[in-house]
């Protein structure tokens, strides 16, 4: 896809996944949650990667997981653990099983999003999937290209335009925002490339000294 958003802003939406239930009904669920639902949102830093570990608890199988998952039951666990590596490269660990059972209970879609920026407020964005279940099964590879493009292309794109398009400018830091809990591994990858960059361009700086 081609999105009309700095590759930032597109890494900060694959960051913080708390939007998934408001956004993505066919990813996550339509309607208000059950009594005992949870959402638990953690950040991890290795170096230069940062993990959002994100897992919902009784929560309902989504209309994605129903179509993968033979017999599943009305709620489950959902784990949703994104991957960010510098510049722009993410990997998402995400499945649904059973409350207090093993991902191996139940199906996984790993799914890999690679962001390659175009210009200061566009970027080509990549994105592959695989599973674990009903492999081979080429009805189904052509649902769920059709309704996670969907979700992709028809709901994340249009509010990332608007936001860029409503911020104005590429930088987001520059106008402030206020920061939530879930906010910390975006924030968290921002930092890091605002390093990176640092440090890359301090040879040069020395360089121009020296000349």
């Known amino acids: 896809m081609n999105v009309q958003g700095n590759y930032e802003l597109l890494a900060d939406n694959l960051l913080d996944l708390s939007h998934v239930p408001f956004l993505h009904p066919f990813l996550s669920f339509d309607g208000p949650p059950p009594p005992g639902f949870s959402f638990h949102s953690e950040l991890k830093q290795d170096g230069n990667t940062v993990y959002a570990i994100n897992l919902l ?9 129903k179509l993968l998952w033979d017999n599943p039951p009305e709620v489950g666990e959902m784990r949703a653990h994104m991957r960010w590596d510098a510049p722009c490269t ?24 690679f962001l390659t920026p175009e210009t200061e407020t566009s970027t080509h964005y990549f994105w592959a999937q695989a599973r674990d279940c009903k ?30 398009r409503l911020m104005g400018t590429p930088d987001l830091m520059s106008l402030k925002p206020v920061l939530l809990q879930t906010d910390a591994p975006a924030i968290r990858a921002r930092r890091v490339l605002a390093s990176l960059r640092e440090r890359e ?10 000349a």
């Open 57 to 65: 608890t009784n929560t309902p199988v989504s209309p994605l997981y």
């Open 135 to 164: 492999v081979g099964d080429e009805s189904m590879s052509a649902l769920l290209a059709k309704g996670v493009n969907d979700a992709f292309q028809n709901e994340d794109e249009p509010m990332i335009e608007d936001c860029q």
């Open 90 to 113: 993410l990997m998402l660990d995400t499945g649904m099983n059973a409350v207090g059972g093993s991902r191996e209970d139940g199906p996984s879609l790993p799914t890999a999003h």
């Open 201 to 210: 361009q301090k040879p040069a700086a020395r360089a121009e000294v020296s």
